[in-house]
């Protein structure tokens, strides 16, 4: 996987690409600042995490992004160009997880309902168990275990669900830098 920033430019729109996996373009994702002109809903505090996949498997990139009173003070996103798009959730959420300190009190928002309920109610039980689930093993264990360590790590940041694609300034934008590799060329 690579952490990086996009380059230079990467808010103007590149071509669509075609992959190996895919004999179609994929659509081109919305910028960071297309985001900033055309929302404004939402809360304007915490982390705001989201991933990505074109194909499932196939490329995916991960998002994150922590705001204070509206200001962004950390932004994080990167790519993996075999992944899945669970992968990319978690990772998201373990880079937001990251930007917050040990005693800093954070709201930390996914809009997957898997991530959430995996390091909400099902984890502790998981490690409990030895990392096993009743129905056998924990998909993304290496991610699981990594996403639950930071949170238990963070116990005043609370990790909560918020709608995808509903005009929430934040959440909207952590999906653009999640999908920041659509727009780089190979």
Known sequence: MRRRRPPAGANERAPSRVTSRSVTPRPVSRTTDEVLVRFRDGPQD???????CSGNPGPGGWGAVHVRDGEIVDERWGDDPDTTNNRME????????????????????????????????????????GW????GEVANLDLVREAFSLSKQRP????????????????????????AYLREEV
Request: hydrophobic share 45%; net charge negative.
């Open 46 to 52: 915490g982390v705001f995490t989201d991933g990505s």
């Open 90 to 129: 978690l990772t998201a959420m373990i880079e937001g997880l990251r930007m917050l300190r040990a005693d800093e009190p954070a709201e930390v928002y996914s809009d997957s309902r898997l991530v959430v309920d995996t390091i909400t109610k099902w984890a502790a039980g998981w490690e409990r168990r």
């Open 132 to 135: 096993k689930r009743p129905t």
């Open 156 to 179: 005043l940041a609370r990790i909560q669900w918020i709608r995808a694609h509903d005009g929430s300034l934040w959440n909207e934008y952590a999906d653009a830098l999640a999908t």
